[in-house]
């Protein structure tokens, strides 16, 4: 984290929860890398789950980490938040299509409640700042880039739960007896090493390098603001600290790119076709998303740094690191 004048005192303690999955073990990385003390809490155990370990594989055994397997939904957590600078709230049960029906008990659970237990514990153990990892799906479907006023229009019961857990934040922060402050960030499709197995880009690479044909959903036509997972993570540890109030921010590279555009890209930076299997487009998946990125530049000063095709390569390099038999 680079201190600048419009910034508070270093933190000395940070709470990352969701610390095992794909962007949390990444912040958890920046913020010791940075000095800082973090206490991660996930429910996800790296003995059992070969993922978490994956991710984690980096951290675990530093001095300054404490991974607590817990879950949010039931777990105490105002002694974990205790002499916290700031929590930052990314565990939530991810993904769009499976959220319908009987599994969305489940989404609540993670995203709704978890978050509220995780507002009130901030409270209580007057934490003074609150990133949310919020979602550009609560938007829907839209033309052209979307403002943060914009008004949201979720298309799938995914969505929602993000915008309830967004709406959460600015109520615990908006009430008169509260010190807390939260910045939720809409964060726009993340890519990058160690990337959500379910996720497009990851899938395509594997796909070309001789896994599993990649499931398309629809002509490959719909637009992604693609944003890579080092961009979001200096998004998130500025909000943790940039003196700045209540607020949503989008965080998005500001360029949209279709999935066969993608699928071109993995295939030439990997040398091979990605073999399809073509399915119909699903409920719930929102033609195009692009960010209007003006007011997290304006309050966190933040751009993003790297390009899709630079983003990708790391992904890639990262892949066939952790598999050395892939071709
Ligand atoms: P991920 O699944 O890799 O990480 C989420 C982590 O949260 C998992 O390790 C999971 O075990 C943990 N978790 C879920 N419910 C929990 C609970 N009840 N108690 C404790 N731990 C729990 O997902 P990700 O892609 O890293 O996403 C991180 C955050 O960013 C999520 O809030 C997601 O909604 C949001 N987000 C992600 C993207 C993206 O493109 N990846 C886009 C927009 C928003």
């Known amino acids: 984290m680079r201190r600048e004048a419009n910034q508070g005192p270093a933190p000395a303690r940070v709470v990352v ?20 003390t973090v206490v ?8 059992l789950d070969p993922a978490a370990a994956a991710n984690l594989g980096a951290v675990l055994g530093h001095p300054d980490f404490t991974l607590v397997t817990a879950d949010l939904q039931s ?18 049960l991810p993904g769009v299509r499976d959220s319908w029906g009987e599994p969305f008990a489940e989404y609540t659970a993670c995203n709704v409640f978890a978050t509220e237990r995780v507002l009130s514990a901030c409270e209580d153990a007057h934490v003074p700042r609150l990133v949310y990892a919020s979602s550009s799906s609560v938007y829907g ?3 052209g880039a979307t403002h943060e006023e914009s008004a949201p229009r979720p298309a799938s019961p995914y969505a929602v739960s993000k915008l309830a857990g967004e709406q959460l934040c600015l109520a615990h922060a908006g009430k008169t007896t509260s010190t807390l402050t939260a910045v939720a960030l809409r964060l726009f499709t993340v890519y990058g090493p160690r990337q959500r197995p379910d996720m497009l880009i990851g899938r395509a690479l594997t796909a070309a390098l001789g896994g599993p044909e990649l499931s398309l959903y629809g002509d490959g036509s719909h637009e992604r603001d693609f944003t890579y997972v ?3 993570v200096r998004a998130a540890t500025t909000a943790a600290t940039r003196r700045i109030g209540t607020t949503v921010l989008n965080v998005g590279a500001g360029v949209s790119t279709s999935v066969l555009d993608v699928l071109s890209a993995v295939e030439e930076l990997t040398g091979h076709p990605v073999p399809l299997k073509r399915l119909p487009a699903q409920p719930g998946d929102v033609d195009a998303t692009l960010a209007d990125r003006s007011r997290a530049a304006a309050l966190l000063d933040w751009k993003p740094r790297t390009a899709l095709l630079e983003g ?12 050395p038999l892939r071709p």
Not at 77 to 91: G, K, N, R, S
Not at 313 to 323: E, F, I, K, M, V
């Open 75 to 92: 777990c105490a957590l105002t002694p974990l938040f205790q002499q916290a600078d700031a929590v930052l709230h990314f565990a939530a």
């Open 17 to 36: 929860t969701g610390a095992a999955g794909f962007i949390g073990s990444h912040l958890v990385e920046a913020l010791l890398a940075d000095g800082i």
């Open 312 to 323: 990708i390569s790391h992904q890639l390099r990262h892949l066939t690191a952790a598999d």
């Open 40 to 47: 991660g809490v996930d429910r996800r155990a790296p003995r």
């Open 230 to 232: 080092g961009d979001v």
């Open 141 to 143: 479907t839209r033309n």
